[in-house]
């Protein structure tokens, strides 16, 4: 079964700085890997996805993910954050062995600060 | 276009009552999910309907939970009777397609709590 893990609840930079937030899978077969964020009284939004090709995802508001199957990890970046990019970051996997079913992670808080 | 609209956005229960939520999906989506995320943890899949009919409902935690999809447009997940583990936020999510790299667009959510 696939399984999403992301190590850190919370992750915190200062405006301006690059940012990442990690995220590693495990899967039987080929994953397909997402990256959500849901806003403070919203719903999840996409912001990206890998399906196969370029290991480098660009996504919606600047960012960004790379793919490195030999690490099986999909992190998330962004080279300069902004006060308005905090939020919950979830990451997420779906493997055509297992239903189809999207498993996701425990969720990272990112706070930028001024 | 309007997105994914769940109601009520949040709801208060004693354990015993009962409690229905509604999702509406995007318009033209054959594929609706409910998912749930209970304490900050992860989220988990609970059933997915292709128009009305459940494709699969291996995440249906058990038989207090009934999810329907008349005519194949909104989808109502009603618990019955709630219990204090209920609590939590459901999601709802609607996709054009149903394959695994298809991007699924989700609601606002509805926080349940039980009491």
């Known amino acids: 079964a696939q399984s999403v893990a992301q190590p850190e609840d919370q992750v915190n930079v200062a405006e301006g700085n690059p940012l990442t937030v990690k995220c590693t899978y495990s899967?039987?077969?080929?994953?397909?890997l997402f990256w959500y964020v849901q806003y403070p009284n919203r719903g999840l939004q996409f912001l990206l996805k890998?399906?196969?090709?370029?290991?480098l995802v660009k996504g919606s508001y600047g960012f960004e993910a790379e793919f490195n199957k030999s690490q099986t990890s999909f992190h998330l970046k962004k080279p300069s954050a902004l006060v308005s990019d905090s939020a919950l970051y979830f990451c997420?996997?779906?493997?055509?062995?297992?239903?189809?079913?999207?498993?996701f992670g425990a969720g990272t808080r990112l706070t930028v600060k001024p | 276009e309007a997105g994914v609209t769940q109601f009520p956005s949040h709801s208060v229960i004693e354990k015993g009552q009962t409690v229905t939520l509604r999702c509406d999906p995007i318009?033209?989506?054959?594929?609706l999910y409910w998912y749930r995320r209970v304490m900050g943890k992860e989220i988990k899949f609970l059933l997915h309907?292709?128009?009305?009919?459940?494709?699969?409902e291996s995440g249906m935690p058990n038989n207090r939970f009934l999810a329907e999809r008349t005519g194949g447009t909104y989808s109502t997940l009603k618990v019955q009777p709630a219990e204090l583990e209920d609590s939590g936020v459901y999601f709802c999510?609607?996709?054009?397609?149903?394959?695994?790299?298809?991007?699924?667009?989700f609601g606002p959510g509805t926080r349940l709590t039980v009491l």
């Open positions: 999510a609607s996709s054009m397609a149903g394959g695994v790299t298809d991007t699924q667009y």
């Open positions: 899967v039987s077969g080929n994953p397909y």
């Open positions: 890998y399906i196969t090709g370029d290991n």
């Open positions: 997420a996997v779906r493997d055509l062995g297992d239903n189809n079913d999207m498993r």
């Open positions: 318009s033209g989506h054959d594929n």
């Open positions: 309907f292709v128009k009305e009919s459940k494709q699969d």
